[in-house]
């Protein structure tokens, strides 16, 4: 599996950005795709999710995100995508995405991260 992350940029306090991440896997609807992102000096934070067709299909997200945030999936496309809406300086990051295969706890592969920072 291969994942390329596109879509980050500067925007401003209560912009929008949408995040991209493109899978080189047939069998894409079987993963689960996880974004996480992580601001210089910080811990690496797990941001949201849409997991494996085998587990579902269902999408998670962290409770700073939730109503704001907004993953979704193509699976024809096999792509991911993440819709962030009314950004926060504190979103500032490098958002990678990463695939684990239907339920296991082991990352696959990585994006390449993108960086997204929110200043006026």
């Known amino acids: 599996v291969q994942l390329q992350a596109s879509g980050g940029g500067l925007v401003q306090p209560g912009g929008s950005l949408r995040l991209s991440c493109v899978a080189s896997v047939r069998t894409f609807s079987l993963y689960t795709v996880d974004w996480l992102r992580q601001a210089p000096g910080k811990e690496r934070e797990f941001v949201g999710a849409?997991?494996?067709?085998?587990?579902?299909?269902?999408?998670n997200y962290v409770d700073s995100v939730k109503g704001r945030f907004t993953i979704s999936r193509d699976n024809a496309k096999r792509t991911v995508y993440l819709q962030m809406n009314s950004l926060k300086p504190e979103d500032t990051a490098k958002y990678y995405c990463?695939?684990?295969?239907?339920?296991?706890?082991?990352?696959?592969?990585w994006g390449q991260g993108t960086q997204v920072t929110v200043s006026s």
């Open positions: 849409t997991t494996s067709a085998l587990s579902g299909g269902t999408i």
């Open positions: 990463a695939a684990r295969y239907y339920s296991s706890s082991q990352y696959l592969a």
